[in-house]
């Protein structure tokens, strides 16, 4: 099992710059990729970035390519999400999610978040 929470959301201006992390304990988190999705009321979750168990891949929703950042320290059981150049389209809550072989589906994931509100205000 692995228990993962969510920190760092909150309310950021257009252009501004928010760092979310994702915490993980229980067993080998090192083995496992992790990735971000996120989600308006009523919409489905969708994929934002993913970052393989070593941190040497990543790969990224078109939007968020060239704002975003997705890094992990394996050391302190950590993935973070920066999120640069922010824009009101942004706004969703986000959730980390990590699985064994990874992928950029929320249905391939076994262990989630809690979920962490983001707001962009224009």
């Known amino acids: 099992q692995v228990q993962l929470v969510e920190s760092g959301g909150g309310l950021v201006q257009t252009g501004g710059s928010l760092k979310l992390s994702c915490a993980a304990s229980?067993?080998?988190?090192?083995?496992?990729?992790v990735t971000w999705f996120r989600q308006a009321p009523g919409k489905e979750r969708e994929f934002v970035a993913t970052?393989?168990?070593?941190?040497?891949?990543?790969y990224f929703e078109d939007s968020v390519k060239g704002r975003f950042t997705i890094s992990r320290n394996n050391g302190v059981n950590v993935v973070y999400l920066q999120m640069n150049n922010v824009k009101v389209e942004d706004t969703d809550v986000y959730y980390c999610?990590?699985?064994?072989?990874?992928?950029?589906?929320?249905?391939?994931?076994?262990?989630w978040g809690q979920g962490n509100q983001v707001t962009v205000s224009s």
């Open positions: 229980g067993r080998s988190f090192s083995n496992y990729a």
């Open positions: 970052i393989s168990w070593s941190g040497g891949s990543t």
């Open positions: 999610a990590a699985d064994d072989v990874g992928g950029t589906d929320d249905y391939e994931y076994d262990y």
